[in-house]
């Protein structure tokens, strides 16, 4: 069947027992999904110049969407045209960790995935501690267990190992799906377990009432100095009968910081979607805030109602800003923020503040919730958890919560 594929199409589709269903896409001929009764495949039908019609697979369609299977199947064209013939390609078993993750899975895990710059560095130190000439297929126990203990030589907790190993291995499944790799040798190997991580009450970092005064009371003061030097600024501009800066002094920031820290602390939102929220994805009218799927880092969309204090802070924001596109553009591009490190170091070091991340605010947000009486299920929909374990970690900070619940019996 040829037909205008679409996310939901392939989703959807299923095949009648013992029986297999092709869908052909006409927006990229020769792309299509093999529907079985449990399997769900893209593959690509080409032809080379002087051969047959072949069928390469791209991989599965329950861990490929269909804009990344376009992708994959655009560039087994372009390598077509080229002269090679993927499907002549056959998986090697003494490839070189070093040479997959280069020249397979980093170009595609940056293109694809968010955090793919976080993963590719990762996966490079893979490569640093086992050598670059590491055949795949000899990655043995004892290779894990010598990485571990130096990750742990080095102070990393056993979340921070167990989520290293895992894009390791999540790396090597990719290359066995995409029938780069015969097998992923961490699959089978025997006596490699996840780390148990202990309880994480310790890990939970937020701002207490005294330490929020002080970070207010120096964006205050930082807001001062800014407007301050504008003036001096603009006062030599006018002296040398140069054009001067935007005014500073009759707008309600001196800069995007206050709001950010501000917006963060009353939402919980992380960093990065924080850097790519636009201004459509705020209702002040039923004074909710949208975070998109393609902006989140679950990939699901979630709605956080906007305190009084968020709203009134947005609508300054947006009076001084303009209104259109990203809410918290960079200064200096205008496009999305890379990130605001040496502002953030420094109005921490003004407030007096150790061991406090811009993450951290996220915790604050969410410890302030339980602390006043919140259900831990509505902390986990307003966090975005897929997983009420995550939210479990601040569960300590309500320890009135069961005797509460047992209230409820009479």
């Not at 297999?20 to 001929?29: G, M, N």
């Not at 990750?151 to 291995?169: E, F, P, T, V």
């Not at 979607?273 to 004074?287: C, I, N, S, Y």
Request: hydrophobic share 35%.
């Amino acid at each position: 069947m040829q037909i205008k594929l679409t996310q939901t199409l392939v989703r959807q589709a299923v095949a009648e027992p013992g029986k297999r269903v092709e869908l052909w896409d006409t927006v990229l001929p020769g792309l299509h999904v093999r529907v079985g009764n449990r399997t769900k495949n893209y593959y690509l039908r080409y032809s080379t110049p002087n051969g047959p019609r072949r069928n390469a697979k791209i991989g599965s369609a329950e861990g490929l969407t269909l804009a990344q299977a376009r992708d994959i199947a655009r560039s087994i064209i372009g390598d077509v045209a080229k002269g090679e013939d993927p499907a002549a390609k056959t998986p090697t078993k003494d490839m070189a960790l070093h040479r997959y993750l280069e020249e397979y899975y980093i170009p595609w895990v940056v293109k694809n995935k968010k955090a793919g710059q976080n993963t590719a560095i990762i996966l490079r130190n893979f490569v640093e501690f086992f050598g670059g000439n590491k055949i795949i297929s000899d990655l043995c126990r004892q290779d894990i267990e010598a990485w571990r203990e130096k990750m742990r030589s080095r102070g990393n907790k056993a979340a921070s190992i167990n989520r290293k190993y895992g894009a390791l291995r999540a790396a090597l499944n990719w290359g066995v799906e995409m029938e780069v790799l015969p097998c992923n040798p961490l699959v089978s190997m025997r006596g490699i377990k996840t780390l148990k991580e202990t309880d994480s009450e310790e890990k939970i970092r937020y701002l207490s009432e005294e330490e929020e005064e002080r970070l207010y009371r120096a964006l205050k003061e930082r807001d001062l100095e800014i407007r301050r030097k504008r003036r001096k600024h603009n006062e030599w501009c006018f002296s040398r009968g140069r054009g001067p800066w935007p005014d500073l002094d009759n707008v309600a920031y001196a800069d995007s910081l206050e709001p950010m820290i501000t917006i963060s602390l009353k939402t919980g939102v992380r960093r990065g979607t924080l850097f790519r929220l636009e201004w459509k994805d705020v209702d002040f009218g039923h004074q909710v805030l949208t975070v998109r799927a393609e902006i989140c880092k679950t990939g699901k969309s979630r709605k956080i109602p906007l305190s009084p204090t968020a709203l009134e802070t947005l609508g300054k924001w947006k009076e001084q800003q303009g209104g259109r596109g990203l809410v918290f553009p960079s200064p200096k591009t205008g496009g999305v923020m890379d990130n605001c490190n040496s502002a953030w170091t420094a109005l921490l070091r003004a407030a007096d503040i150790e061991g406090f991340r811009w993450h951290d605010l996220r915790h604050t947000f969410a410890s302030r919730l339980v602390i006043n009486g919140a259900d831990l299920n509505v902390v986990r929909e307003l966090l975005g958890h897929s997983d009420l374990k995550m939210t479990l970690r601040y569960a300590h900070l309500a320890p009135n919560m069961k005797s509460r619940t047992i209230e409820l019996l009479g």
